[in-house]
């Protein structure tokens, strides 16, 4: 409202437009699932499925996926919205302020894809339905045997959709293309062209190619500067961490990794570098307890008010914004 006062006066504008027209749309897709058609996973997570939720959206993945039952007594849990799993730290990008902070590590390593199976099967079994699962890295596409982890992960029935990070170096195999193709698979692809040139940059804009010539939809992410953070103890008492955590967009981006779940990014790499000691109540090893006790041990870890690797870290509101995916010289 205030730009469009400002400096466009004389503009016809309404006011809430943008929740007017989430409302509008959230009436014309309740039509299409009366009339038994498809929703666009795509188009729901650009409407902000992911961020604001959507009663329409999560039926239609229950339900059309997935074999529950659309008469089954459902209450969507805190936990249950996505985890990501980190499949290994190799990389074609070496930047520098990496969330998982990739360039880093001495040691370069992938999870066996049977372990994979193994810890998403079971942190999905606590779950009445998982919407999503996220795969991320390093870069996936560099995953061995992404393949036939996917076409296992696709006959996990509680699970809606697997969503795939990519920073579009990697170009996509034709056998990979054709797992792609899948409506429950969603593709991420980062837009680094401004961070990287030559050979990378040419396969970037050929990975778009080949993706929309196999048929394939992807979310282009777009984002001139990420958020820095490091791993200094800021000396911030209870109160503090409470209020920064609570407030914080990453304090649920749960990650998993060797059978080892974590709330978020930063604890996971801190603790992988050994920059602060892993504390056994703000993570879950996840093989320690059955599916019933899982389930229970998910809901404490939600009701948490702060992990102590928030002691180290800056976010949010200390935080400064850098280049998005600047390369380490």
């Known amino acids: 409202d205030f730009l469009l006062?400002?400096?466009?006066?004389?503009?016809?504008?309404?006011?809430?437009?943008?929740?007017?027209?989430?409302?509008?749309?959230?009436?014309?897709?309740?039509?299409?699932?009366?009339?038994?058609?498809?929703?666009?996973?795509?188009?729901?997570?650009?409407?902000?499925?992911?961020?604001?939720?959507?009663?329409?959206?999560?039926?239609?993945?229950?339900?059309?996926?997935?074999?529950?039952?659309?008469?089954?007594?459902?209450?969507?849990?805190?936990?249950?919205?996505?985890?990501?799993?980190?499949?290994?730290?190799?990389?074609?990008?070496?930047?520098?302020?990496?969330?998982?902070?990739?360039?880093?590590?001495?040691e370069r390593d992938f999870v066996n894809k049977d372990e994979v199976l193994k810890d998403c099967k079971h942190l999905i079994a606590s779950c009445v339905f998982l919407p999503c699962l996220e795969l991320v890295g390093g870069e996936p596409f560099l995953y061995p045997e992404l393949e036939e982890l996917l076409e296992e992960l696709l006959k996990i029935k509680n699970l809606g959709y697997i969503k795939?990070?990519?920073?579009?170096?990697?170009?996509?195999?034709?056998?990979?293309?054709?797992?792609?193709?899948?409506?429950r698979i969603v593709i991420n692809l980062s837009n680094y062209t401004e961070a990287v040139q030559g050979e990378l940059l040419s396969r970037i804009y050929k990975t778009r190619e080949k993706l929309e010539q196999a048929g394939i939809?992807?979310?282009?992410?777009?984002?001139?500067?990420?958020?820095?953070?490091?791993?200094?103890?800021?000396?911030?008492?209870?109160?503090?961490?409470?209020?920064?955590f609570s407030n914080c967009n990453s304090a649920n981006c749960h990650r998993l990794y060797r059978g080892v779940l974590y709330r978020c990014h930063h604890q996971y790499a801190g603790v992988r570098l050994k920059k602060f000691d892993r504390k056994e109540t703000d993570i879950i090893q996840i093989h320690k307890y059955t599916i019933e006790e899982l389930r229970e041990k998910c809901d404490e870890f939600e009701e948490l008010l702060y992990i102590d690797a928030c002691r180290?870290?800056?976010?949010?509101?200390?935080?400064?914004?850098?280049?998005?995916?600047?390369?380490?010289q």
């Not at 990070?165 to 990697?170: L, M, S």
């Not at 180290?312 to 380490?328: G, H, I, L, R």
Request: hydrophobic fraction near 30%.
């Open 5 to 106: 006062e400002n400096y466009c006066p004389l503009a016809d504008y309404i006011k809430n437009g943008r929740e007017l027209a989430y409302l509008l749309k959230y009436c014309l897709c309740g039509e299409d699932i009366k009339k038994g058609k498809n929703l666009d996973l795509i188009e729901c997570i650009n409407c902000g499925y992911e961020t604001r939720g959507c009663e329409i959206c999560d039926s239609y993945l229950r339900n059309q996926i997935c074999t529950l039952s659309d008469k089954m007594l459902y209450k969507k849990r805190k936990f249950e919205s996505f985890f990501g799993y980190i499949l290994g730290n190799y990389c074609t990008l070496q930047c520098k302020n990496c969330n998982e902070m990739i360039p880093y590590y001495k």
């Open 164 to 183: 795939i990070f990519t920073n579009g170096t990697v170009v996509p195999k034709d056998s990979l293309c054709e797992i792609l193709k899948n409506k």
């Open 217 to 244: 939809s992807y979310i282009s992410s777009y984002a001139k500067t990420w958020l820095d953070f490091n791993f200094d103890d800021k000396g911030r008492n209870e109160k503090e961490l409470q209020h920064n």
């Open 312 to 328: 180290y870290c800056n976010w949010p509101f200390d935080v400064k914004e850098v280049p998005a995916a600047e390369q380490v």
